[in-house]
């Protein structure tokens, strides 16, 4: 075989041409990883929101939160069911929650629609890692509400201290700014339940009930009252399933990713292919003397494919380097399914490493294909006589 | 233009090479018009509307808000508006799949008075408006689901507890640029089911309690007016006619309220954005690589050139518009293969109800094949100016 050390030093005098080549395929990489690195995050605020004990309830065939609804008399009796779990103080673990979605106006003058939440004390002990990171918790029945940092970034008025305004008689004033361990819900204003009520006029309604059942037996036996009973015309789905569900939201986004990532893999393949080219055919000669010296043609098209799949991780890795400070990054746009603002934290994780694992090794080979045929192909004689 | 034939000889000298740099850009540049058409062509058909002279009230809250549907027959008396209709999202179930087109409960008689830029049949278009369970679809939708004249339609109710089971009695045609996968119905056959679901709830039904999902809600109210110029002052005169009522207006043009499904998507544009940059950044190194690999094995001969009288300019200039032209194809083929791929296939139709419609506008494809220009005379300009540089005497002596 030929030595590894034949092809790093053949990129090292190259430096030029190889350095363009990873600068290009970095770029590349570099972009894809960040969009897989957004699907990633949505998937995981979507994953991390479900509890396994959770379950929610929703009207019969509505299918998100944003498009439930029922009335309070029903949610009352759900709050009473037998079999919920109680935290440390001994408060049971069901909150009421209704949502609104009323258009804010961002910093920059453009809108987007929000999601107001009304929430009940219980609410903060059914998200996973509820935490108030600025200020302080809302005081219910205060008009008040704490909102998530890509909100008090971005929105006029969502700042503590500031108020947010969606209409004379809708406005709150924020008073914190809490984080939810990258759930869903840290795309949200919430809100006292009673004062969502007041202002929207929906006194008497709520968009869903959030329970965490106390085992698995009780999990079992209060899916089947509610989803049995013929009263509550009501779904009571565990909190991972309904997520699963609106994983949809991010389908649009994986498969653009998607699409980008394998466009781009096409483009970095062939910049890798002409790179290789130019190797092949400046190093004819010295093709020529290996042969001559007795490396079998299978070295050479493996030496030759090892460079340009060195050459692609190089690239790769440099592009991955590049996301590294992005994880912090965390973008705000809409929701493909119902039109409401949801922010996306950056998240390095697997999904970013396979993409650019995969487009490094599918640009470094089939970009070093041919190339490396080419080499194998060459005529010993031929190749000598080359100038 | 003597030089024409030369440079195409340079450029096609070692064919695999331009070859895949061509590729390199083509399929750089086709993405590049996808993402941008997907961000832009919102405004692009936003601004098309501009003609028809028709503006969107909504509830000043947002889509979740009531417009209580008797203003229907208020704004229609208001000064300049010609019909007037309730346009009210539905959102429903089809086949088990969530809201896989757009569907809008609509008054019949008036709403293609409003929307007359597109055609039905005269007489599929009275066979709608007399069948209160009809429904009108467009030509797309149609196709997409192989939906004919007088097949059933059943809508499942996600948003409101009521089920439409409609039948199709029309289907609409028009341009590509507008949306030809609505699915209208009456306005009346909605909420009479929602009355029967608010009366049943006495008894212990379902009932769907936010204010706004209730009968007798218009979702939107959707205006023709009478011409261009009395618009404005519409939109003024409804939302200061609602300023103090219980449920305050937002009354815009088309043009605006299209624009504002644009402004939703934020960060993401900016994001998609970033992309686009590093796609051309990268391009250039590419191609600049490619560029500068022609160049060094053609020293002696741009030696020569110069030893023959060939001025520095001269050289500067082969060399640039070399790679102007490799790049240019490149982006001739993204650009242009992109914007004709996407008027021959539909995209809308695998996109699973996310896009009613997708093509390229002119002024992005040309605005792409701009920016391929850039990239070959970038690209070109280093290679260039160290071969017009370069010393007659090394060159000639230097062998390859």
Redo the contacts between chains.
């Keep these: 075989m030929i030595p590894i050390k034949y092809n790093v030093r053949n990129l090292m005098v190259r430096w030029?041409?190889t350095a363009?080549?990873i600068?290009?395929?970095a770029?590349?990489v570099?972009?894809s990883c960040?969009?897989f690195g957004?699907v990633d995050g949505l998937e995981h605020s979507l994953k991390v929101s479900g509890d396994p004990l959770d379950l929610i309830m929703l009207?019969?065939?509505?299918?998100s939160e944003?498009?439930g609804?029922?009335?309070?008399s029903k949610a009352d009796e759900i709050l009473n069911l037998k079999g919920i779990a109680r935290d440390a103080s001994g408060v049971s673990l069901a909150a009421k929650e209704l949502l609104?979605?009323?258009?804010g106006e961002?910093i920059n003058g453009?809108?987007?629609?929000l999601i107001i939440r009304g929430v009940q004390p219980a609410s903060r002990e059914l998200r996973p890692d509820f935490k108030i990171v600025v200020g302080r918790d809302l005081v219910e029945g205060r008009g008040e509400c704490i909102v998530s940092k890509t909100i008090a970034r971005?929105y006029k008025g969502a700042q503590v201290g500031g108020l947010l305004y969606?209409?004379?008689k809708?406005q709150y004033r924020v008073v914190g700014i809490f984080t939810a361990g990258g759930s869903a819900a840290e795309s949200e204003v919430w809100a006292d339940l009673k004062d969502v009520e007041k202002n929207?006029?929906?006194d008497?309604?709520?968009?869903c009930v959030q329970v965490r059942a106390a085992s698995q037996a009780d999990f079992d036996s209060i899916q089947k009252t509610i989803n049995d009973d013929t009263?509550f015309?009501l779904a009571a789905i565990p909190e991972a399933t309904y997520f699963e569900n609106q994983k949809?939201s991010s389908?649009?986004l994986k498969l653009?990713g998607t699409?980008?990532a394998v466009?781009?893999t096409?483009?970095?393949m062939?910049?890798a292919?002409?790179?290789m080219?130019?190797a092949v055919k400046s190093r004819t000669r010295e093709i020529g003397t290996m042969r001559a010296l007795g490396f079998s043609q299978r070295d050479i098209l493996i030496s030759f494919l090892g460079e340009s799949v060195l050459l692609c991780a190089l690239g790769g890795a440099l592009g991955l380097l590049f996301t590294l400070p992005l994880t912090a990054l965390s973008?705000?746009?809409?929701n493909?399914?119902s039109?409401a603002?949801v922010s996306i934290t950056f998240r390095f994780g697997w999904m970013v490493a396979a993409v650019a694992l995969i487009m490094t090794f599918a640009m470094g080979i089939f970009g070093g294909m041919f190339p490396a045929i080419r080499a194998v192909r060459l005529e010993v004689i031929a190749a000598l006589r080359e100038? | 233009m003597k030089f024409f034939t030369y440079i195409i000889r340079n450029a096609r000298r070692n064919p695999?090479?331009s070859l895949?740099?061509i590729?390199?850009t083509g399929?750089?540049m086709?993405?590049m018009m996808?993402?941008i058409s997907?961000f832009t062509l919102r405004n692009d058909v936003a601004a098309s509307l501009r003609i028809y002279n028709r503006i969107v009230v909504m509830n000043?809250?947002?889509?979740?808000?009531m417009l209580p549907v008797g203003r229907v027959r208020e704004i229609a008396q208001v000064e300049g508006v010609k019909h007037v209709t309730p346009f009210q999202w539905f959102?429903g179930?089809f086949h088990d799949q969530?809201?896989p087109f757009a569907q809008f409960s609509v008054d019949a008689d008036n709403i293609f008075n409003i929307l007359d830029e597109f055609t039905v049949p005269p007489a599929q278009l009275a066979d709608f408006k007399a069948n209160k369970d009809g429904a009108v679809i467009g030509r797309r939708l149609a196709s997409d689901w192989n939906l004919k004249v007088g097949d059933p339609l059943p809508l499942?109710?996600?948003?409101y507890?009521a089920d439409m089971n409609l039948t199709v009695r029309a289907i609409y045609d028009g341009e590509v640029n507008r949306n030809l996968r609505m699915c209208l119905f009456h306005y009346d056959y909605l909420d009479e089911a929602l009355k029967r679901v608010t009366m049943s709830?006495a008894s212990?039904?379902?009932?769907?309690?936010?204010?706004s999902?209730v009968s007798g809600n218009a979702g939107m109210i959707f205006i023709k007016c009478a011409n261009a110029e009395v618009m404005t002052g519409a939109c003024k005169k409804i939302d200061e006619m609602y300023r103090n009522s219980?449920y305050?207006t937002?009354t815009q043009t088309e043009e605006a309220f299209g624009k504002?499904?644009g402004?939703?998507?934020?960060?993401?544009?900016?994001?998609i954005y970033?992309?686009g940059v590093?796609?051309v950044?990268?391009?250039l190194?590419?191609t600049?690589?490619?560029m500068?690999?022609a160049m060094r094995e053609r020293t002696s001969e741009v030696a020569v050139l110069k030893a023959i009288g060939f001025n520095k300019g001269l050289v500067l200039f082969l060399v640039l518009t070399e790679a102007i032209l490799v790049a240019g194809l490149g982006g001739v083929i993204g650009t242009l293969g992109c914007k004709f791929f996407c008027d021959v296939v539909d995209i809308g139709r695998y996109?699973?109800g996310?896009l009613a419609l997708f093509y390229v506008p002119w002024n992005i494809a040309l605005f792409g094949l701009a920016v391929s220009l850039f990239i070959g005379f970038a690209s070109g300009f280093l290679p260039a100016i160290f071969a017009a540089n370069s010393s007659v005497v090394d060159g000639l002596r230097k062998?390859?």
Excluded at chain 1, 59 to 63: A, L
Excluded at chain 2, 60 to 65: H, I, L, V
Excluded at chain 2, 204 to 211: D, E, P, V
Excluded at chain 2, 263 to 271: C, Q, V
């Design positions: 030029k041409t363009m080549t600068l290009g395929t770029l590349l570099g972009s960040i969009l957004l009207r019969k065939g509505s299918t944003t498009t609804g029922f009335e309070a609104n979605i009323a258009i961002r453009t809108h987007n629609n971005l969606f209409g004379d809708e929207t006029g929906r008497g309604s709520v968009s009263q015309r949809r389908l649009f653009a699409m980008i466009l781009l096409f483009g970095a062939f910049a292919a002409n790179t080219f130019a973008i705000e746009t809409s493909f399914s039109f603002s100038l | 695999v090479r895949l740099t590729a390199s399929i750089c086709f993405l996808i993402l997907f000043a809250n947002g889509f979740a808000g959102g179930k969530v809201m499942k109710g996600d948003l507890p709830s212990g039904g379902s009932l769907a309690t936010s204010s999902r219980e305050p937002r504002m499904f402004e939703m998507m934020g960060d993401l544009k900016n994001a970033g992309v590093a796609v950044v990268s391009l190194f590419v600049g690589n490619a500068a690999m996109s699973g996310f062998v390859v």
